[in-house]
């Protein structure tokens, strides 16, 4: 167990809704991170919030959008739902004294039919 | 630009031969590596890591990498492989303060 949970664990949707993945990092770890994996296009980057502040941006489509909250949980959220956005949804988490390491949540798999 | 190529898809050996996944990487800036390890239906487990220091990495599960600046590779390395050892196995690259790259995973089947 990492101490990242992420809820719902599961999360079946139709095209064109929005859904929020939620996040709470470690005890502690100031730095969130969020990954798509998809079996055509891997493990890739989306975003990173550090203590409240966008960081760093990846390849995190316009639809997509996230937050870091003053309790430092993160969500995503992801609108106008298309087939290709079935995927795993991972966060990660990482400490101001240990940025080079980042500890991973169990996912959410999002299912778009 | 960093990135990192993960040679072979999959890889199989027999139970008790010698694990060896291949990694490769590119990075502008002194990188930092990981080895990341991926059990069926869970998150990514962090095998081990190398950022500065001595080049042979020692992680979890009897599992070590070696960092090869001339090769710029990152081979993952377990001596006697083990059923449990059956996972897909992810390799990445950093820089400190920098996002991960990762690589498109390696899939390890362990043969009885």
């Known amino acids: 167990d990492s101490g990242v949970t992420q809820t719902p664990k599961h999360l079946i949707t139709a095209t064109g809704q929005r859904v929020t993945l939620r996040c709470s990092p470690r005890?502690?770890?100031?730095?969130v991170y969020w990954y798509q994996q998809s079996l055509d296009q891997g493990l890739q980057f989306l975003i990173q919030?550090?203590?409240?502040?966008?960081?760093a941006k990846g390849n995190i489509l316009e639809r997509f959008s996230a937050q870091q909250f003053p309790d430092l949980h993160s969500e995503l959220n992801l609108s106008s739902l298309e087939l290709g956005d079935s995927a795993l949804y991972f966060c990660?988490?990482?400490?101001?004294?240990?940025?080079?390491?980042?500890?991973f949540g169990p996912g959410t798999r999002l299912t778009v039919l | 630009a960093q990135s990192v190529t993960q040679l072979g898809s999959h890889v199989s050996v027999s139970e008790g031969a010698l694990v060896l996944l291949r990694c490769n990487y590119s990075s502008s800036v002194p990188p930092y590596l990981f080895w990341y390890v991926q059990y069926p239906n869970q998150g990514l487990q962090l095998l081990l890591k190398y950022t500065t220091g001595a080049t042979l990495v020692k992680g979890i599960n009897g599992f070590e990498a070696e960092f090869k600046k001339s090769e710029t590779s990152f081979h993952l390395t377990k001596p006697s492989a083990h059923m449990s050892d059956a996972a897909e196995y992810f390799c990445?690259?950093?820089?400190?303060?920098?996002?991960?790259?990762f690589g498109t995973g390696t899939s390890l089947t362990v043969i009885p």
């Open positions: 990445a690259v950093s820089s400190i303060g920098n996002q991960f790259y």
């Open positions: 005890s502690g770890d100031l730095s």
């Open positions: 919030y550090y203590n409240g502040e966008e960081r």
């Open positions: 990660a988490s990482s400490t101001r004294t240990s940025p080079d390491t980042q500890y």
